[in-house]
C-alpha cells in the first residue's frame, strides 16, 4: 500500500506561480513513477507530468512544458511540481499518483495504482 497525500493548492493570478507537494508514505521503496494530473469541471483527468522514482527522468504534458517541473525530495518522500506563469487553464484539481511497476503508458490515468485526494488550483484571469 501507497498513501499520497497532496498539498500547496490555492487562487493565484494569471502569471503567478505554485508548488504543489505530494507526500507519500507506506511501500514507496516499489514504486516506478509517480504522476501528476489534473481534472478540470467536465472534463477528464489529463496527464502532466512524471517522474521515475529511482531515477532522473522526467515527463512533461507539452501544455505545461517549460512551465512546470516535477521534482522529488528522497528523504522525505515528497514529490512536488512547482508551477510558473499559470493561465487560467491551469485550474482544474491537480492529483499525485502512483504506479509500482513498469509501464510505457505513463499518461494514462487508468495505469496507476494510488491517488491523492487532489488540491485545488484556481488562477484567475
Known amino acids: 500500500q501507497v498513501q499520497l497525500g497532496e498539498s500547496g493548492g490555492g487562487l493565484v493570478q494569471t502569471g503567478g506561480s505554485l508548488r504543489l507537494s505530494c507526500a507519500a508514505s507506506g511501500r514507496t521503496f516499489s514504486s516506478y513513477i509517480m504522476g501528476w494530473f489534473r481534472q478540470a469541471p467536465g472534463k477528464e483527468r489529463e496527464f502532466v507530468a512524471a517522474m521515475r522514482w529511482s531515477a532522473d527522468l522526467t515527463y512533461y504534458a507539452d501544455s505545461v512544458k517549460g512551465r512546470f517541473t516535477i521534482s522529488r525530495d528522497n528523504a522525505l518522500n515528497t514529490v512536488y511540481l512547482s508551477m510558473k506563469s499559470l493561465m487560467p487553464e491551469d485550474t482544474a484539481v491537480y492529483y499525485c499518483?502512483?504506479?509500482?511497476?513498469?509501464?510505457?503508458?505513463?499518461?494514462?490515468?487508468?495505469?496507476?495504482?494510488?491517488w491523492g485526494q487532489g488540491t485545488q488550483v484556481t488562477v484567475s484571469s
Open positions: 499518483a502512483n504506479r509500482l511497476s513498469p509501464t510505457f503508458y505513463f499518461r494514462d490515468y487508468s495505469r496507476y495504482d494510488y
